[in-house]
């Protein structure tokens, strides 16, 4: 029996009971699906998943993403293009040089963000599988977009309700000075249009989606649209709305890119591995096919 523990934040649960190494069970992804619901992010301890029984994992509860979206995803460590290398290893295992133009490019992630939000049919689950970890430090961070979005005052809620913002990938690396795109890269990353405020029919309830990917406002000048995005950001990320997961070896942590968003923090990463892969189910359709 799968049981869902509340932890001290409101949208963060721990679920017990479940090994996820065996196939999921219709009942139990559809619990999973509704705890989701619930909460926005799960919390699963002590699952020694390898790489085929995460991926299972991810298709028993939607469609995987096909696509990396990284720099020099060829060059991957790991062989099945069905999960991601959050780690910092190149190919043969060794930690990545200070100037390894993927790292540089990951470093990224210690910005907030909603994963795949750049993407025209964007990240619906996130699972980040944790198979070694540094001794100490490196959390990952969840904040829910929902009570961020609850907490906005009506006039604000009114002014915003219904922009439409564009996200690419070249903007959130921008922020952090990382500018040497390939053509090809540059073609990629081209940036999409998604919806500011999300409402989610399962669970009637709004939620800002916000990510570090957004550099434009539909029909706004650039600076007003930036310093709008930053002031949202600024209240988003309040400690209030914050979870802070921190890492044993084997959680599994699973959150929801339509209502949360999430940001590595930094460790000493050039001198111990962090190896953690990562699963991401798609969302059904572009937020601009989606109700406000
Ligand atoms: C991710 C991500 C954060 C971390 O896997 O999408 O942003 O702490 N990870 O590694
Ligand atoms: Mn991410």
Same mark, same amino acid.
């Given at each position: =029996?799968?049981?869902?523990?509340?932890?001290?934040?409101?949208?963060? #649960?721990?679920?017990?009971?479940?090994?996820?190494?065996?196939?999921?069970?219709?009942? &139990? #992804? &559809?619990?999973?699906?509704?705890?989701?619901?619930?909460?926005?992010?799960?919390?699963?301890?002590?699952?020694?998943?390898?790489?085929?029984?995460?991926?299972?994992?991810?298709?028993?509860?939607?469609?995987?993403?096909?696509?990396?979206?990284?720099?020099?995803?060829?060059?991957?460590?790991?062989?099945?293009?069905?999960?991601?290398?959050?780690?910092?290893?190149?190919?043969?295992?060794?930690?990545?040089?200070?100037?390894?133009?993927?790292? =540089?490019?990951?470093?990224?992630?210690?910005?907030?963000?909603?994963?795949?939000?750049? !993407? #025209?049919?964007?990240?619906?689950?996130?699972?980040?599988?944790?198979?070694?970890?540094?001794?100490?430090?490196?959390?990952?961070?969840?904040?829910? =977009?929902?009570?961020?979005?609850?907490?906005?005052?009506?006039? =604000?809620?009114?002014?915003?309700?219904?922009?439409?913002?564009?996200?690419?990938?070249?903007?959130?690396?921008?922020?952090?000075?990382?500018?040497?795109?390939?053509?090809?890269?540059?073609?990629?990353?081209?940036?999409?249009?998604?919806?500011?405020?999300?409402?989610?029919?399962?669970?009637?309830?709004?939620?800002?989606?916000?990510?570090?990917?957004?550099?434009?406002?539909?029909?706004?000048?650039?600076?007003?649209?930036?310093?709008?995005?930053?002031?949202?950001?600024?209240?988003?990320?309040?400690?209030?709305?914050?979870?802070?997961?921190?890492?044993?070896?084997?959680?599994?942590?699973?959150?929801?890119?339509?209502?949360?968003?999430?940001?590595?923090?930094?460790?000493?990463? !050039?001198?111990?591995?962090?190896?953690?892969?990562?699963?991401?189910?798609?969302?059904?359709?572009?937020?601009? #096919?989606?109700?406000?």
């Amino acid at each position: =029996m799968l049981t869902v523990t509340p932890t001290t934040e409101t949208f963060v #649960a721990e679920v017990t009971g479940i090994d996820l190494t065996r196939p999921l069970t219709p009942e &139990a #992804a &559809a619990q999973i699906d509704a705890a989701m619901d619930t909460y926005a992010a799960l919390v699963f301890r002590d699952q020694a998943l390898d790489d085929a029984q995460q991926r299972a994992l991810g298709e028993a509860l939607g469609t995987i993403e096909a696509t990396r979206a990284t720099v020099d995803a060829e060059k991957s460590r790991l062989k099945d293009k069905t999960l991601n290398d959050i780690s910092n290893l190149a190919p043969d295992g060794s930690i990545l040089a200070a100037d390894a133009r993927r790292r =540089m490019f990951n470093l990224g992630n210690q910005l907030w963000h909603s994963d795949s939000s750049f !993407k #025209a049919i964007p990240a619906k689950y996130s699972m980040l599988h944790a198979r070694v970890i540094p001794p100490k430090g490196a959390p990952t961070e969840v904040a829910d =977009m929902r009570a961020a979005w609850d907490a906005l005052d009506p006039e =604000m809620q009114e002014k915003i309700r219904d922009l439409v913002c564009e996200h690419s990938l070249l903007y959130s690396r921008q922020l952090l000075g990382f500018t040497e795109f390939t053509e090809a890269e540059r073609a990629s990353f081209a940036p999409v249009q998604q919806r500011l405020v999300r409402y989610l029919p399962s669970t009637g309830r709004r939620s800002l989606y916000l990510s570090s990917h957004i550099g434009r406002i539909v029909g706004w000048q650039v600076p007003e649209a930036l310093a709008l995005i930053r002031d949202l950001m600024e209240h988003a990320t309040e400690r209030r709305f914050v979870y802070s997961h921190q890492w044993r070896v084997n959680d599994l942590l699973m959150w929801d890119n339509r209502t949360t968003m999430h940001r590595a923090r930094p460790f000493d990463d !050039k001198k111990y591995p962090r190896d953690m892969r990562r699963v991401t189910i798609m969302d059904v359709a572009s937020t601009l #096919a989606q109700a406000a």
